[in-house]
């Protein structure tokens, strides 16, 4: 079966902006497939999408965490399909990360994906316990690397827009 790009949503949206300013919007972009994709990950495609639309970067790169974690699993269902779903479901991102199989085509994706891991686990951390001392948050695995600075929206802006380059390689590596 041939690549074939398809829109996981067409539809066009007026949506209102942080400045309260009307803009249309393409409610999620083209990603290059051959296969359908289960509902749970457009859902969250939409979601990243909307996030960084809106300028929630941070919420953008832990939402990029889960898409990824939800694709791992549906992936890790595919390659051991006699492993009990409800096990599957319990698994974390750092054991399907260790444990999937990845294609031979795509040899650096499970670094770009760690990089993301790391880099919501830290955005988590941070948000959970605020008054952290330092203001620099540095991620680096492999090729890849995250700086998340306090109050620097263009830093933040760019490994956001890393995270949803990764999460999209994923899903074109293991759909097409």
Known sequence: MGHSRRLLSDRRKTVTGKDATPRSRMEAGAI???KSLPAQIVR?????KELYMF???EATIVFCRALIEETLKKVYQSQHPRIMKRRIDNMNLFG????VKF???????KDELDVVRKAAKLLIHRAMFDNISTQTINVKHGKGAFSVK???IGSIQKSALSAIRASTRAI???YA
């Not at 969250?44 to 990243?48: E, H, Q």
């Not at 294609?103 to 994706?109: F, Y």
């Open 32 to 34: 290059i497939i051959g």
């Open 44 to 48: 969250l495609f939409d979601k990243i």
């Open 55 to 57: 300028g929630s970067y």
């Open 96 to 99: 399907l990360l260790k444990d």
């Open 103 to 109: 294609p031979s085509k795509a040899p650096n994706l």
């Open 150 to 152: 306090k109050k620097d």
């Open 172 to 174: 074109e590596v293991f």
